[in-house]
């Protein structure tokens, strides 16, 4: 642990990296309301999955610290069918960022993993040592493995060359400009969509995957992000950090939440032949929680939100989502 640790970000340059994604935004969004030095790149000027172009802007631009946010991202069904993308890309994004920031000195670097990829069966709630105690979830298999990488990539520096590359463990996320197409979206979005599309259209009822019993921790990404800033100023460690809300909801209840601040009042069916995963999957936020740190954002204040912000960017048709 790190009581004591303090890596001040004030007057250092901050790049983002992946500033147009969920989390990039509310992350450039934290440090900026905190009148920090933020750098961003957009990727049509810097694809990140080569690496002599991300060599040469980090020795160019010389940041002091790194937010890794830049990643390729989905909900399982996109996670399932695209393996091959999804375990190369990563591993190339992460890897050019985490082997250029360390031979150019880069101070303190930000890794981001993910509760998905711990082992399907962890015990709950999921400690950080539980990584690879166990198989991994075939479904995100990919994804998971370069995830992985990237977080003994940045353990290994921080162990063997005194770099302080840390990784963060976020849960499920959700909130401003989460991806809420229903093929590559995460199960949050895909009930907000799936609900206001009802309501805009007079639809009785609602179809979700699975038995709906499943329970699951959903942090806002607001939240994330404040987790992060603070992470990064007080956590140093070659082992990961979970940052997660310390609660659980069963997608049934969640439904139900959604449905009621949405104003739809229509029914679910549950469409039982497609998988339910893990019953519970929550994340052990008790080294996070120890630092000092807790979220701030209750789930029907951020889902109320979501949904507001979601109404105002797309306007819908049967076939597509289409920006307002
Ligand atoms: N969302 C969640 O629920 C969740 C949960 C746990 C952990 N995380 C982690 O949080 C991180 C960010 O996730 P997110 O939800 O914010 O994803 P996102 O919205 O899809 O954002 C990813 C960002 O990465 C950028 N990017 C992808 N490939 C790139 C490339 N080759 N070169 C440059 N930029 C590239 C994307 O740019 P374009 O938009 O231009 O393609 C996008 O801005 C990921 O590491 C993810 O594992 C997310």
């Known amino acids: 642990m790190s009581k004591g640790y303090n890596f001040n970000l004030k007057n250092k340059k901050i790049w983002v990296a992946g500033h147009n994604g969920m989390v ?3 992350i450039v ?3 900026r309301d905190r009148k920090l030095n933020v750098l961003t790149v957009n990727k049509s000027e810097l694809d990140l999955t080569n690496q ?23 909900g399982i069904l996109t996670n399932s069918l695209n393996q091959s993308e999804f375990l190369y890309q990563n591993l190339m994004i992460q890897n050019n960022i985490i082997r250029s920031a360390a031979e150019n000195n880069v101070q303190k670097l930000i890794f981001l993993g993910s509760s998905c990829i711990y082992p399907k069966e962890a015990d709950q709630p999921i400690k950080e040592e539980a990584l690879l105690c166990k198989p991994l979830e075939e479904t995100n298999e990919g994804y998971a493995i370069a995830k992985i990488a990237g977080l ?6 921080y162990k063997e060359h005194n770099k302080d590359f840390i990784t963060i463990m976020p849960t499920n996320l959700y909130g401003p400009n989460d991806n809420f197409n229903l093929t590559t979206s995460h199960v949050l979005a895909a009930l907000i969509n799936k609900i206001t599309y009802a309501k805009k259209n007079n639809k009785e009822s609602v179809e ?22 603070f992470l990064a100023e007080k956590y140093s460690s070659s082992e990961p950090i979970n940052v997660g809300s310390s609660k659980e909801v069963s ?13 739809w009042n229509g029914t679910f069916s549950f469409n039982e032949n497609m998988p339910d995963g893990t019953m519970l999957k929550k994340l052990d936020t008790t080294k996070i929680n120890n630092l000092g740190w807790r979220p701030k954002i209750d789930i029907k204040t951020g889902i109320k939100e979501t949904i507001k912000e979601y109404e105002k960017t797309y ?6 989502l289409v920006k307002n």
């Open 24 to 26: 990039g935004k509310a």
């Open 29 to 31: 969004k934290t440090l």
């Open 52 to 74: 002599s172009k991300t060599f040469n802007w980090i020795k160019t631009n010389k940041p002091q610290a790194i937010f890794i946010a830049a990643a390729k991202v989905g």
């Open 152 to 157: 003994k990539l940045c353990s290994y520096l």
């Open 208 to 229: 979700i995957w699975g038995t709906g019993k499943p329970k699951r921790d959903f942090l806002h990404v607001n939240d994330l992000a404040d987790a992060v800033y």
């Open 251 to 263: 997608i049934k209840e969640l439904a139900k939440t959604i449905a009621k601040l949405a104003g």
């Open 315 to 320: 306007s819908f048709s049967d076939s597509a």
